[in-house]
């Protein structure tokens, strides 16, 4: 059942149009001014919201921009005796107002106007949602063609000696070729999307083992893992198969805005990979709230320092 918030300063009113609403089989919540609405509507789970104009404090408009902020897919109809018609116009054309009532109204208008506003809302949610779900398979189509193709590539950013400025090693930064995915965030948040973390990180891998095997020693890389490759060690294991003859030169980096302690398995993941020659680094210390955690717990064999500190 929908439930209709309304709002009025004039309580015979506001009573008077919730007695018209309820009877016609939508629960209402009255609220006489912006501060109470705002309080309903940050507790409650509204679908409409019917607010008159002329309020003292905050008038209908300035509350309807309030609520919008609280209950994005709330409907939001304004109710008036005196309308300024461009304001009202402009409150419509930048989304605050779906509808606007004016008074005088009949209460079978009221109640028709309603239940439209309602219905129109609801099929616009209906095609928002049908094209979030194929924004979403495009996504993923778009993903797994990257990764079938060998689209994903690595970008390197020198690391350098502080007293001769001498390269050392690189930081492996994930790039791709994708003219929908256009950037390393994308590609993890498609990755992430689509359960596919594992896959990116195997195909991550193979391109870590390419470039090494054309850079001599003792030139070393700095790799990223998702958290989520730590939770199976024998997959992790099976994935970092390209990088085991480079094992020594490869430090991989668990960065500790991730939020690694907690997670199933990752203890056993990072023995694994120790065992196999890697090293471990803990990449942006002091970004999170648990830092000394981070350093007991996981015991780096590189620690670098968040910017911040």
């Given at each position: 059942m929908h439930s209709i918030l309304v709002v009025d300063d004039d309580e015979l009113v506001r009573r008077t149009i919730r007695h018209v609403l309820q009877r016609a089989g939508f629960e209402t919540i009255g609220a006489a001014?912006?501060?109470e609405a705002l309080r309903i509507a940050r507790e409650?789970?509204?679908s409409v919201a019917l607010v008159d104009y002329r309020m003292p404090g905050m008038d209908g408009l300035s509350l309807?921009?309030?609520?919008?902020?609280?209950q994005p897919?709330?409907?939001r109809l304004l109710v008036s005796g005196a309308l300024d018609v461009d304001v009202m116009?402009?409150?419509v054309n930048r989304g605050e107002v779906a509808r606007i009532i004016q008074k005088p109204v009949h209460p079978k208008d009221l109640v028709a106007t309603?239940?439209?506003?309602?219905?129109?809302a609801e099929r616009a949610g209906l095609r928002w949602q049908r094209a979030r779900d194929t924004a979403h398979q495009e996504q993923g189509r778009a993903l797994d063609a990257l990764i079938a193709r060998g689209g994903i590539s690595l970008g390197l950013q020198p690391i350098t000696r502080a007293d001769d400025r001498r390269t050392v090693a690189f930081e492996a930064l994930l790039r791709c070729?994708?003219?929908t995915l256009t950037g390393p965030e994308q590609v993890l948040a498609a990755a992430e999307a689509h359960d596919a973390v594992h896959a990116l990180g195997r195909a991550v891998a193979h391109a870590a083992a390419e470039w090494l095997s054309k850079v001599p020693a003792p030139i070393q890389l700095f790799l990223n893992l998702h958290p989520d490759e730590l939770t199976d060690a024998e997959a992790l294991m099976i994935r970092m198969g390209p990088l085991r003859a480079h094992a020594r030169r490869v430090v991989l980096e668990i960065t500790e805005r991730s939020s690694l302690i907690g997670r199933p398995g990752?203890?056993?993941?990072?023995?694994?990979?120790r065992e196999a020659g890697f090293r471990i680094a803990v990449d942006d210390l002091g970004a999170g709230a648990s830092s000394l955690a981070a350093l007991a717990d996981i015991d780096p064999d590189i620690v670098k320092l968040d910017m911040s500190l």
């Open positions: 001014g912006g501060a409650e789970a509204l309807l921009a309030r609520l919008r902020d609280v897919s709330m409907v116009v402009d409150a309603v239940r439209e506003a309602i219905e129109t070729d994708c003219p990752w203890a056993a993941s990072v023995g694994r990979l």
